[in-house]
């Protein structure tokens, strides 16, 4: 189970009582700092503003691709550690709105991760060290140090101890 806090809402769903959670000037930050981050093609400013406005954690020589969208809403919740790469079109969601509750959670990227495009990273998730998420994959457990993992949904391709033995033998 993702490591969630769960907020129950009544009378409708709960993306209809968004501003009640975060505020509506936050969102238009987020919303333009984000923007100007997914097209800019310089690495160390992506970097920049996503420490500087968003507030997420981010380590030394991490690469955020073209098109990456972190979280609009909730940012901060967001750890990435050094040396990782995140893919082309990867959404990193630190919430989701659903009919009758919405949920927060934390979401930890370890070092050295390689996260492959257009894969989608759901909150509450950890992700170790060292592991490789395959291209379009959708995350919705955590993922173990050194592992590969792929697929919708997400499955164990390689443990780090497989991982190890592969790489010895080529």
Do not use: C
Not at 47 to 64: D, P, S
Not at 80 to 109: C, D, P, Q
């Amino acid at each position: 189970m993702r490591k969630t806090k769960r907020y129950q809402v009544e009378n409708t769903n709960s993306l209809w009582q968004i501003y009640k959670t975060v505020p509506f000037l936050k969102v238009v930050k987020n919303f333009v700092v984000i923007q100007v981050a997914r097209y800019t093609p310089f690495l160390a400013m992506k970097n920049w503003l996503y420490r500087t406005f968003l507030k997420m954690k981010i380590g030394n020589q991490t690469a955020f691709a073209l098109m990456v969208m972190p979280d609009i809403m909730f940012p901060e919740k967001i750890t990435i550690g050094m040396n990782s790469v995140i893919g082309y079109n990867t959404t990193i969601l630190a919430h989701e709105y659903l009919i009758k509750e919405y949920r927060i959670g934390e979401v930890y990227i370890g070092n050295n991760v390689l996260i492959g495009a257009n894969t989608t990273i759901l909150p509450g998730v950890t992700i170790g060290d060292g592991a490789v998420v395959s291209a379009a994959t959708l995350v919705h457990k955590d993922v173990p140090e050194g592992a590969f993992v792929g697929g919708n949904p997400m499955k164990l391709i390689y443990s780090q101890e497989e991982m190890e033995r592969r790489q010895i033998e080529t």
